[in-house]
């Protein structure tokens, strides 16, 4: 290899850098002519290509006029004004809109972070327990049915699976609904922004259950409208409480109330209804989970008590497949369907639709009902060995709710203050143990708060080994709470 180096001009990217500064700084003044290709090539030993392209650059953002046979020219009326200094300028951003300031007094979801080796976090679901040979199956099968061309979908969602999502409702929930009031949503999050741009005006009432699903509560917030939290018991919503409650619509979960597990009784049903119906107000009824039954079967949805009339009902398959498709699914009043798919056309066009006609594979082909069967065996296996592990370890010291549904209990310790909440996630996490609070899902100022500490503990994405071995050091840590070392 020879010492010397063939030396290289510049690239036309710093040609034109290097002219766009001169042109900016006034080197050349107004109107003022640039070299030519051809010499400004000889002088830097470049391509006259290379110059070309830097002036084409140069040209397509206007910075000058090029004109065949004439040497380019700064273009006329630049204005090269120095930018403001900063320390003249304000340091507060832009106003935000109203929508936005009201967000930004929202608390911020803390970044994530590593996941301690246990935890009991609501919500996760197990990666072995996705289906992925008949996911994997239907996803080929939607590739293989590739169309003559690619364009948008229906905003409201491919009709294969709304027909097939009819069926099933039908079969599993009792619930009648054409496959037009079906809208597709990224998720029951999107599901539930669509209910508020459509049905809530700023200052308008939300009902809530007191706890509840806490971004619910924040998206009616950001909305601008009045959260109005009503308390939730063994029975559900306390609908003694609406009497008084002006409010446009009631966020409610009465097959399995979250976080509490409750179920609303048959007589507050009634009563719900009726106070949608006299107040000409909307029942937004959110089904996350309903798959998960462990005594009885799943309780029939509100909706069909009222003929979805006044009740918006909310599904997703975040809790049986897995929360990262992203796929829910909206029944909406007949009167309401055109408007809602208008809204989800303007929100993101439609969902992506090559999950959607996967899940309609599972759907029409029973794939879907018999994985929902084998994965509830699985997750009543995970309950027993939690609550089992509780009741060895805490016996009468700790007091369990919502264990007959669902993908996680309320646990609550009897003889720990919630003042010694804290402690008590400080001294799990050290240890690598993740306890979620149920403080957060309670309203700010909440008189029904209990005054000892309450976990929600989610056992769906661990196995019985992981749980086994996260109740002894849970066991651990309460111990030392108790001590207090």
């Known amino acids: 290899m020879t010492q010397d180096r063939q030396v290289r001009g510049p690239g036309a990217r710093q040609i034109y850098d290097v002219l766009r500064a001169q042109i900016l700084a006034g080197t050349y003044g107004d109107a003022g002519a640039l070299p030519s290709s051809r010499a400004l090539a000889s002088e830097l030993g470049v391509a006259r290509a ?39 300028t304000s340091s507060a951003p832009p106003p935000l809109s109203s929508y936005g300031a009201r967000l930004a007094q929202q608390p911020a979801s803390p970044p994530s972070a590593a996941r301690p080796a246990v935890d009991f976090r609501y919500g996760d679901l197990a990666a072995s327990d996705f289906p992925t040979p008949i996911w994997r199956r239907a996803i080929l099968g939607a590739l293989a049915q590739r169309p003559d061309r690619l364009s948008y ?67 009616f917030a950001a909305a601008g409208a009045r959260v109005m939290p009503i308390p939730a018991d063994q029975d559900g919503l306390d609908t003694s409480r609406l009497d008084d409650a002006e409010a446009r619509l009631a966020y409610v979960t009465p097959s399995h109330q979250f976080p509490l597990g409750s179920v609303l009784s048959i007589a507050r049903r009634h009563r719900l209804l009726a106070w ?80 959607q006609e996967a ?53 609550w310790f009897r003889h720990i203050p919630a003042a010694l909440e804290g402690e008590l996630i400080r001294k799990a996490g050290q240890v690598g143990l993740g306890l979620h609070l149920l403080t957060p899902l309670y309203a700010a100022g909440s008189a029904t708060r209990p005054d000892q500490a309450g976990l929600v503990m989610g056992y769906g994405s661990l196995d019985v080994r992981q749980i086994r071995r996260g109740v002894e050091l849970l066991a651990n840590c309460v111990a030392e709470v108790e001590s207090g070392n």
């Open 359 to 411: 899940l309609a594979t599972l759907l029409e082909t029973g794939a879907y009902e018999r994985h929902i069967r084998r994965i509830r065996r699985r997750m009543a296996e995970r309950r027993d060995t939690l609550l089992e592990g509780l009741r060895q370890c805490f016996g009468d010291r700790l007091a369990v709710e919502g264990a007959k549904a669902g993908l996680h209990i309320i646990a």
């Open 50 to 88: 290379t110059v070309t392209s830097a002036y084409e650059q140069l040209s397509a953002e206007g910075f000058i006029r090029s004109r065949q046979g004439a040497r380019p020219k700064v273009a006329a009326l630049l204005d090269r004004t120095p930018p403001s200094s900063p320390a003249l």
């Open 153 to 219: 979908g229906h905003p409201a969602g491919s009709l294969r699976l709304r027909r097939a999502l009819q069926g099933y409702l039908w079969r599993a929930r009792a619930l009648r609904c054409e496959a037009e009031q079906i809208i597709i949503v990224n998720g029951s999050q999107q599901g539930l922004d669509l209910c508020s741009r459509l049905l809530l005006d700023p200052g308008d009432g939300a009902i809530v259950e007191d706890p509840c699903y806490r971004m619910a509560r924040d998206i």
């Open 276 to 355: 949608a119906q006299e107040r000409d107000a909307y029942l937004i009824e959110d089904d996350y989970d309903s798959e998960y039954r462990y005594d009885i079967n799943p309780v029939p949805p509100l909706h069909g008590l009222g003929h979805g009339r006044n009740v918006l009902y909310l599904g997703t398959v975040s809790k049986t497949m897995s929360p990262t498709l992203r796929i829910g699914y909206l029944v909406v009043p007949s009167g309401l369907a055109a408007i809602f798919t208008h809204a989800k056309q303007i929100m993101d066009r439609h969902s992506p639709a090559l999950e």
